[in-house]
């Protein structure tokens, strides 16, 4: 069993805990992968995205898949020995991208395909979640900023996203 500490933000609450995989592989493959409705979290803390002075703690924890707008990998288990990294089949173009959420926006880097757009990838994705790199996450809230290396941005919760190669101050 691999357990990965993980971050979970919904729109409400911010939740921290340890998610057991039986075989090793990304954050973002696993919650894509899984077809289940919750995800389970171990020795789980949970607060109001609000208030997190108002933390509780609790054994077990079942959140739901489609309210989580972000997900972070705070502590990976090593890979076991076996395991073997794969090489993508193509060079692959990572570009700096800005999504917002109804409470944040993150710039992060999105590895995509080279022959395709940015355009085309966002209209043709199919997962529920996308992985992304380097990542820094901005509240609307006024709470200070963070960083992550590695996060999975829920899909149907991107409100307007651009690259930000393109950006230009008004």
């Known amino acids: 069993m691999f357990s990965f500490r993980i971050e979970v ?33 171990r020795s789980a803390i949970v607060a109001p995205a ?40 193509a060079p692959l173009d990572v570009q700096q991208v800005m999504f917002f959420t109804q409470s944040f926006a993150v710039r992060a880097n999105y590895a995509k395909r080279p022959d395709l757009t940015i355009a085309e990838v966002i209209n043709g994705w199919n997962d529920d979640f996308i992985s992304l790199q380097e990542a820094n996450i901005y509240h609307f809230e006024g709470k200070p900023s963070s960083a992550r290396a590695s996060i999975c941005l829920g899909r149907h919760h991107i409100l307007a996203a651009y690259l930000t190669s393109e950006h230009e101050s008004i």
Not at 81 to 89: G, L, M, S, V
């Open 9 to 41: 933000y919904t729109g409400s609450l911010l939740i921290s805990g340890s998610y057991d995989m039986p075989i090793y592989r990304p954050l973002c493959n696993a919650l894509n992968g899984d077809l289940q409705t919750y995800l389970v979290l």
């Open 50 to 89: 609000n208030r997190p002075q108002k933390a509780e703690r609790v054994a077990n924890l079942f959140v739901a898949r489609s309210e989580i707008v972000m997900a972070a990998t705070l502590k990976e288990p090593e890979p076991p020995p076996d395991h073997a990294n794969q090489e993508p089949r």
